[in-house]
Structures are given as C-alpha cells and as structure tokens.
C-alpha cells in the first residue's frame, strides 16, 4: 500500500480535545403552573389550585347524589313508563351498586320525586318499577 498523500492525512486525525466549562449552570427558574399538574407534587396542588366546594342538587346523605340526580333525569324522560330496577342499573353501565341505587331511588321517593311501583309478570316475580310523581 502506498502512503497517503499529506492533504489527505489530516481528514483521518482526530480532532484536537476540547476544555468543558466546570463551573454549574443554574437551571432556569420554572413556575409550577407550567408544570403540568399530573407531574407536581402533592403539595403544589394545594397551593396553587383553588378549593371548589361540591355542588349538591339534592339536599341528604352524601351517598348517590350523582346516582339520585341521573336517575331523576331518565326518570323524566321516561315520563309515565317509568324505568324498572334492571333499567335503571343499565343507565350507569352497572358500574353503582345496588346499594347506591336503592340509596338514590329512597332519596327521590322520601322527597316525593318518585313513586314505587310493583309490574305484575307471568309466574315470576314482579317487576320493581319507578315512575316520576305527579308533584314534581
């Protein structure tokens, strides 16, 4: 093999080393409303986020508001049919209990929002139905 001409040579030599800086660099200052707020932590939150009190539709236990409130509104809108127990299970995708659905439909019916009903069946049991009052 021949030698490598002298022009060519400096393209194979390693560059001559670089001096890193040692002293720190201060990182920039970061307001914690731009972080976002699933990455702060828990006391941040507290701080920076103002308190909101919950709302409450309906006077009560604080059990079912949101189960009460919901079957209410289907409850309107299925005016004199009203909704079986098995309906009324399938508005929140049977993700309440059974327990949380008795507490709201007790909650409406203490308040006269809504009526009881028992649906004769055919040699089973009857149907549990719940009808919207005629007061509200």
Request: net charge positive.
């Amino acid at each position: 093999m021949q030698p490598l001409p002298a022009a060519l040579l400096g393209l194979f030599t390693p560059p001559p080393p670089v001096a890193i800086p040692t002293t720190p660099v201060a990182a920039p200052a970061i307001k914690p409303q731009a972080i976002p707020r699933h990455i702060r932590p828990i006391e941040q939150h507290a701080a920076t986020e103002p308190v909101k009190a919950p709302t409450l539709p309906l006077p009560g236990p604080p059990l079912g508001y949101h189960v009460a409130d919901k079957t209410l509104r289907a409850l309107r809108a299925a005016g004199s049919a009203g909704l079986t127990r098995t309906a009324i299970s399938h508005l929140f995708k049977r993700h309440e209990t059974a327990e949380r659905i008795s507490t709201a439909l007790e909650h409406l019916a203490q308040r006269g929002l809504a009526e009881r009903h028992e649906r004769g069946s055919n040699g089973g049991r009857p149907a549990e139905v719940w009808r919207i009052t005629d007061r509200e």
